[in-house]
């Protein structure tokens, strides 16, 4: 039924305007983010239709949460809305070099991380559905989520429906040996995995050039398709981007796009967005290409979602011009 | 050592601009709150030296609290800080007629609501103070708050300190029934008893007149001093304010105040605080004035803390000239 | 397929801040609005499954709208998307007494006047539809909405399908004798009207009693259900909201509901999804009530849809306690 | 060449959004504000050819003031421009009931009042000019300031142009008796004075009923035309304004007007605009009715100037609708 | 009785705050914006007297533009005022690489582009003008535009008024080969020619060294001046800025200026201004060093206006000092 | 008592935000700052116990300036309250590449500028005071300020207190000549020199390599410790920061440090801050390292004080982490 189906937990983003502290400010820009639900969103942005699947609390902020996902529309009508449990928080503080951008969570007693098993027809939602996407964050929410995403990820591989994976370690949730444990019985029944080196070499303790990392995950699970994202970094606010993906016992690499970061948060689900839009239409090498435009443009626009059409990553494929455009 | 010290929680207030829904803001405008904290506040901006105890997060958003407090004078050289715990929010959502102003707590996991007994210095903090105050959120936090709030009222009355005690009776952090216990082992260690007639029924049962309310308190609990704040709600954005004390026997009352709401949180605060002050400076009557003149004037200011001076209170107390004053 | 089913324009909605004349302002907060938009998703926030029809063109402004849309839930599937014609803007600029709040319109060459019958597949859509609604500013934006306008109405009756129709008569768009000749292609198909008192004597020149009014369109062309809403202007910033329905010969009147106005504007199109919520799930008595309330409630919340719950209806219904929520 | 030359002081006005106090605040709004400079603007958006006087400073908050008045098509070729001095400032602090709005001058130092006679070229600039205009604050902002008043009084008195002289009696920059000598060398040569009740009272010592006080200007000076303006203070936020104005033995009065109070200030200098206007074109009670039409209506515009034109003082004229204008 | 006359349109200009782009915005700041004006605007800031010549609505929108233009000394006692057509808008959304900045217009319908020859008394305006100005985005408005712009150049040169004339090729507005029709038109009347080398080869073919396109001016139509500004752009935010002039068979050129974006718009029309100024006071050279000058700095500061003085060019000119100017 | 404590001048400090002009700008934002306040905050942040001494005025800016220099834990009990003089304004106009950022400063007839000898108790506050510091603006202010900052360094040597002083000369207050014939009277008492190359130069006339110019203070003064603080300047908002201490005959220098700009006011007295730190606790090398990492990070956070913590300082000094940090 659906092009693609995520499943994650979305928060509410709090951001001190200009460049402030936390502690200094006197008031926060609020959006809403999640990488499940910007894959989702974004794939929607550019034609297909996609589903986010979570847990929502009933109440204004659980509300915005899923209004903002059906304004880039994401069918929300999976969503699980409980009593129990709030809506997340997290802080962004944008920096300049030398301070780091910075997040802090308060995700605790979130109504997602109550999320268990069971809970969820998969089965109905999954039925004709193309592919099925999560990330690590998931399963590292809770015992109940980690259960949750075996479950989800072994319903999709049994429903024909392709998966994909973005191991995104967070430290601040679970240890990198439990991550281990859990990603061990998952990324045997995934399709396609998207990683950062450090995450493969953290949880994994994969090492060595790309290509080597890639070709680990295929050796141990079979992966057909491991994507790495290149972030270069050369300032607080300026950088590069590109990627390289290796796919069936072949390497497909990238040009590096220069950045000008506004915010860089989302460009990692922005890539896999991309990826899956263009790997599903055409391929793999469309993939790469679709998935770094996307992710680098979203470096220029607040937020983590990327707002953008597919005219837009016309645009860069064909030239990087960077005149104003009338 | 000091005139007044309060424990209690403090939060994050986050308030949509313009009268907004929460559900529908971009941003939201960030100030701290908490009944005790502006207790404090507000009787160092009249003069006198006060501190605030608390449990608080060594994070940004602990800070903040820490640094509004002393913004205003107030002494937080007693606070405990903790890596455990989050400081909790509340968002407040401004109505007008016929859609009254609303607030929700995000309070759950809070650093404050893990304060146990035996963590403070009371002995020391107490030591030469003339007034402890705490409201009936302290105790209501956690089991810990509540043998914490009992051990300070006791240390307090056996340091010949006078106490002050806002009933402020929080159904969604407690039954009425759990509340009647505890402030039972609490009231008749208390000097000055501020209550809603609300909250005196729904917790206690007193009804009646005020006088009659003020002396059931009087009557099982030998408070000395009580009083009860009369807010008159004429629509969503006007009223009117007074209050009636009751001490030794005597009733005291006071004019109405006509206002107009920009911000009546923390009113009942503002009245506690300028009792306080008129209490300790010249007795009843002159602490029913000023705590009224607080009270009124605080509707007019945006935040929980009521940003006057004494100088305001005075001009309020001598003419109620509502023309441009230059 | 759905509960309700709207067309209509909708526009960009810019507001200077803080009560400042368009002329002195350097900035406009920007919202969405359209009369049968607005009803598409109040219906929608209150559970009903909804559609909203247009025209809109393929750019960021047109892009906006039906975001704004999905937002609360329409369904947005149906729109027509062209590269022809702008998104139309609409400047309100807010007063307070003396000075009235005001609007100015911007809709020339809009790509939604450009729609034309045919253009859009009624069959399907209204197929299993329960109601079908627009206003008279549709038919009044061209020729071709005007045609479009009457071919869908002739549609939805055939199709079994409820129609409802507010005059919303507009003079800066058409001659009342236009619109007069144009509603009496369109008033005998229709099930409920929706009017002003000052719109049924402008356009159709009934005068006398509320009733009375009613009564003429009943007996012109047989419209079972004519609901007239009834606004108070006391200042520019106070007044009251009532409304009265007459259906199969029966009057029902509701209590009249005080307001303190923050944003006046869509409180018409509230009570028109109010009153369809209520009437499609039990009858005009209840959809008399759901309308007043929404419509009530609507004054206090900025922009021109009502960002409420059922939930926000059930407490106004139940007690005006203009009390903080806590 | 003129109709209408001002002289006075004009200066940034720095306010705290949404009813800070200026203690708390973290931002201010910038506007400009100045007696005299309020009139000729105000006049110039009438129609009149108007020009304004002053010293100013040769930096961004000098050139700011000179460019707002441009704005609003007011001459500023014969301002001083000089390296001494400063912009004044005035911070204002929006209140609500029981808090007045106040106001905090900081103009000590400013340019203008380093003016003195003898600096501008006012035979040139008065020639064929129909009325000069200044208030009581120009002379009490420095000695030399009274001298360049006196002069210029003279000099218009002298040319055949006609005078006007709002007393606008500030108590924080002179004593009433130094106020009271110097409007004695003044007030023989204006031919419209305009007044509050206080004023003259304060300064002259004029007391009794409205018609007693303005023919004791007539006695005593030999005032052909005097204007008293009667604001009504309900609340903080609400109230009424009308005039009275006594010219050669008769008495006019008008309607009094509702409002609702979003900016009061220049209220008084609306008055003497639209006086001077409707005077200059069709007599005093045309411009007693256009006096108090702008002063109504200025209540709901922020900002000293009164962002209006011609048509809305037609409207406010002809009918008081206080509905949504469409 | 001018320095310098300018006819074109002018526009509201609505950009996103902080990079946002146009669908995601909640807000808008406004300015105003218009070749022509802002070439107006900025020889007025350098001590010129100027004039800005248009036709414009009689609303708040066309209001506010006559009000910006005067607010920099512009006079605007010429412009044609008309109750048809609208006051034009243009959206601006700031970019990051590898996103440009881009330009939506919405200026179909506009007040100024339904000018006709005839309608402007240009006969006076011009006795005794310095010089006279517009560029190819007038007489791509339309054919009545277009006639327009051809009578009051053919009026200039009638007059002994220099002429200047920047080609800003619009592709949106009209094909290259009109507007080659119509610069030829008008090029051989023109004194001074501002162009890029883009617009030169896109309209009149003319390619080469940049001596060689200005030649081509020279030879094809007698230009006595021909400037070329030259853009470097390095990334979206950052980029050089310089300039050619070729004058009399002379080639003048200038120092490359190293740019930080903050709005670029109005660069052009800074140097035009600038070169206009210099060039009137002191000759060719003089004009290419103050036009790159106000078109470097142009770009550090928001909006399409130029808010700098004779001051600020002379300190750059002077020296390229990037520290702190206490 | 203290660690440190200060003595100079605070103002409030306006800024137009977004890189506007102040001609430009409809609003400022507003914080505090002055040179000694920023040290005093900035080391009470590191978890120094300090105060500061000025002259305040009685007024809402003066309690402002009192609260934010509190809300950074620093003992504001020995200020001189006044209803004498204002509270000084400065303005700070942000810039881009070529335009530099600059200040406007407007504190003429501040109270701080009141000051004079003998009003502060000196013996109390600095008995036990392990650090007095303050800058050449303090004496620079006037006459009575120069005989008071004196006073203040006299008392302080002899209460075997170490001072610091920061050159900070400001041509606008003073000529060269008198800063040099002050500082002559001081600089023999003074244990901490922080200069730059320039102020060194301009002042004192000391020249050649930075070494030597330390050199010449201890040479000539017997300074102990000379630190220059040394800012590389590549662009508006690029460039580099680094410092070298002079101590006891020893060089000590620090790696360079990249920056981008958000605002780099305050950067000179987070090196002090961290500087004096660093020494109190460890000595000169690590106050040097402190010292260096306060005024990088500084110049990433908007406002004069350093929003840090000890933590900030340590991560700084770890690794040069760029990255988002979660």
Redesign the interface.
């Known amino acids: 039924m659906y092009d693609v189906v995520a499943l994650g937990e979305a928060m509410l983003r709090?951001v001190p305007?200009?460049?402030?502290?936390?502690?200094?400010?006197?008031?926060?820009?609020?959006?809403i983010g999640g990488a499940e639900l910007s894959v989702a969103a974004n794939v929607s942005r550019l034609g297909l239709r996609s589903a986010w699947v979570s847990k929502l609390p009933t109440?204004?902020?659980g509300?915005?949460i899923a209004?903002?996902a059906?304004?880039?529309?994401v069918d929300t009508s999976h969503i699980v809305w409980t009593k129990e449990g709030?809506a997340g928080?997290y802080?962004v503080?944008f920096?300049?070099?030398?301070?780091?951008?910075?997040?802090?969570?308060?995700r605790?007693?979130a109504a997602a991380s109550m999320l268990g098993p069971g809970e969820i027809k998969w089965d109905e939602i999954l039925k004709g559905t193309r592919l099925f996407h999560t990330s690590g964050i998931t399963p590292a929410l809770s015992q109940g989520c980690r259960e949750a995403t075996v479950e989800v990820i072994e319903k999709a591989r049994a429903a024909g429906c392709k998966t994909s994976f973005d191991l995104n370690y967070?430290?601040?949730l679970w240890s990198a040996a439990d991550a281990k444990a859990c990603f061990e019985r998952i990324l045997d029944k995934v399709d396609i995995v998207i990683t950062t080196q450090f995450d493969a070499e953290e949880v994994l303790g994969y090492t060595g050039e790309y290509e080597d990392i890639a070709k680990q995950f295929s050796d141990n699970f079979g992966t057909p398709i491991v994507a790495i994202t290149l972030?270069g970094?050369?300032?607080?606010?300026t950088g590069t981007w590109t990627s390289l993906v290796y796919a069936e016992g072949k390497v497909y690499r990238d040009d590096v796009?220069?950045?000008?970061?506004?915010?860089?948060?989302g460009a990692g689900d922005s890539f896999t967005a991309g990826f899956i839009y263009g790997y599903l239409n055409e391929g793999v090498e469309q993939g790469l290409r679709i998935g770094d435009a996307m992710a680098?443009?979203k470096?220029?626009?607040?937020?983590d979602i990327n707002?953008?059409?597919m005219e837009?990553v016309q645009k860069?494929l064909e030239s990087?011009?960077?005149?104003?455009?009338?």
Chains 1, 2, 3, 4, 5, 6 share one sequence.
């Open positions: 709090l305007p200009n460049y402030q502290r936390l502690e200094q400010t006197t008031s926060f820009n609020v959006t109440n204004p902020m509300r915005m209004n903002k059906r304004e880039h529309g709030r928080l802080f503080e920096g300049s070099t030398p301070r780091a951008t910075s997040v802090i969570y308060d605790g007693g967070r430290a601040k972030r970094v050369k300032t607080v606010l796009a220069e950045i000008e970061i506004v915010d860089r948060f680098a443009i470096h220029s626009i607040p937020g707002w953008i059409t837009d860069f990087k011009d960077f005149r104003v455009q009338r």
